[in-house]
């Protein structure tokens, strides 16, 4: 693959001052079973090339699914024609290749066992299991296994010498039960929605906790038909880390993207509420929040060594002790912006250019065990597992429900609580941070469904977290405060 790439560029017949050549194949497989039956075994492959040039401070792409030279060249030709008609109207000019910085290295993910070591039908006979350990009483009446499997390689060259390999193994599942009691409907999952999503091999598979998890979510969707409604109240709200996932990823993530700062994903995605002015002065949250930009934790989903310019990544702090400094920007993005970012230009294929987006933002864990936690909370709701979301645009005003909840009552959990919901803006809420877990309530979660550009581009973040508790949280769910 590198003789094929380097060789394009030197072949290219274009006045360009800048060409760089992300080539990336990728096969998915996907396993899905319902009620014990299987609904889709599908795989898919693609293999394609970006091609990217700068000209005169403008940036042009084209994309081709065909390696050959003619087609690369044809790429070539026309990123260089968008390029060259683009200077009319271009938002700024990149007069030096500093924005694309030679690198030459590779990432790995870590896996154990590899990928061809099972079969369709081996990965399905495991998930009908799954379903089937589910159904632990006749009031579940419906059932869901997934698996879905990727195998991802990158080839980055640039006609500045870099050289750049990356591949990625990725398995996510999903794990779901839903009981019924007369108008009562309560669905249980394994962390919400695909949030079990990591780098690694088929030993994901084998944890020794798994199927006494599975069991455990059977069960609690049952014990969800005969719990009581979250009351309305304001008041003590501890999150689970599989819930701060969300929370993270939507009122810290999303703001902090330089290019909606910027207006370019306004008529879309959505803007912001940070301006640039912000950084290095807003206090962001409590003294307690550090926030990490880290693509370097083993495992964690969106981990890697190199964005899709080549930029090398590292571990940065983007809020420490509450306050802003730094924001998730390309090397594109700090220069428009003037502002420090990290390496976070992706593309989710070979045919979409790679734009600002989160990859592992994580909250750092602090020194408090669970039981220290919940020992000073006379009064307060415990929820876990997102069911649903609602912010505004802006990333200011937000709505969450989740799956499951529990009553705390002086210092201890108590009653089971179905339908949990909490509210608020993101200043008041990170604010509102006044205890945060130490490592041993660390964990890390992960989704591959982030959605953001035009055309869109679904990519992988990974986020963790320890448990956290925020104070006078409004929360409700249909009850009150003596039920």
């Excluded at 290095?280 to 964690?300: A, Q, W």
Aim: hydrophobic share 35%; with cysteine.
């Amino acid at each position: 693959m590198w003789s094929k790439l380097t060789e394009a560029i030197t072949q290219f017949d274009i006045p360009a001052d800048w060409v760089g050549i992300r080539s990336v194949k990728e096969t998915v497989s996907n396993h899905h079973v319902r009620d014990g039956l299987p609904v889709n075994n599908g795989k898919t492959r693609s293999l394609g090339a970006m091609v990217e040039v700068l000209v005169d401070g403008c940036l042009g792409y084209a994309a081709t699914n065909s390696l050959a030279l003619s087609s690369l060249q044809a790429a070539a030709n026309q990123a260089y024609k968008q390029a060259t008609t683009n200077r009319k109207w271009w938002i700024y000019p990149f007069l030096t290749k500093s924005e694309r910085p030679k690198t030459i290295g590779q990432y790995i993910s870590p896996f154990l066992e590899t990928l061809d070591s099972i079969n369709s039908g081996e990965m399905n006979d495991l998930l009908i299991r799954i379903c089937h350990t589910l159904k632990v009483s006749d009031k579940i009446v419906h059932t869901a296994a997934n698996a879905d499997i990727s195998e991802k390689q990158i080839w980055f060259v640039s006609s500045n010498g870099s050289e750049v390999y990356q591949k990625f193994i990725l398995i996510g599942t999903h794990y779901a039960a839903t009981s019924q009691e007369g108008q009562i409907v309560q669905r249980r999952t394994n962390n919400g929605w695909q949030a079990n999503s990591y780098q690694g091999g088929l030993e994901l598979f084998k944890q020794d906790y798994m199927w006494h998890r599975i069991e455990e979510i059977g069960k609690q969707s049952i014990e969800l038909l005969d719990a009581r409604q979250c009351p309305h109240a304001n008041t003590n709200l501890l999150l689970a880390p599989d819930q701060m996932m969300l929370q993270i990823h939507e009122s810290v993530g999303h703001p902090l993207e330089i290019d909606r700062i910027l207006g370019d994903e306004r008529n879309y995605a959505g803007g912001s509420f940070i301006t640039k002015e912000d950084f290095g002065t807003l206090k962001y949250g409590s003294p307690l929040m550090d926030v990490t930009f880290d693509p370097t934790i083993l495992g964690e989903l969106a981990s890697y060594s190199f964005d899709d310019t080549g930029a090398l990544a590292k571990k940065e702090y983007l809020i420490k002790g509450g306050k802003l400094i730094r924001g998730l920007g390309s090397l594109e993005s700090q220069k428009r912006a003037n502002l420090p970012g990290v390496a976070c230009a992706r593309a989710c294929s070979w045919n979409r250019p790679p734009i600002d987006r989160m990859a592992n933002l994580n909250l750092e864990p602090g020194t408090a065990s669970l039981e220290e936690i919940i020992a000073d909370v006379e009064y307060g709701i415990y929820m876990e597992s997102n069911r649903s979301w609602s912010i505004d645009d802006r990333r200011y005003k937000f709505q969450f429900g989740c799956e499951y909840g529990k009553l705390i009552e002086n210092g201890k959990f108590t009653k089971t609580l179905r339908d949990p919901n909490y509210r608020a803006t993101t200043p008041q809420f990170w604010h509102s941070l006044s205890e945060i877990g130490n490592s041993s309530t660390y964990k890390i979660y992960g989704t591959p469904f982030c959605g953001k550009g035009e055309p869109n581009q679904a990519i992988w973040v990974g986020h963790g977290s320890p448990i956290c508790l925020f104070t006078n949280i409004e929360v409700f769910g249909g009850g009150n405060m003596e039920s």
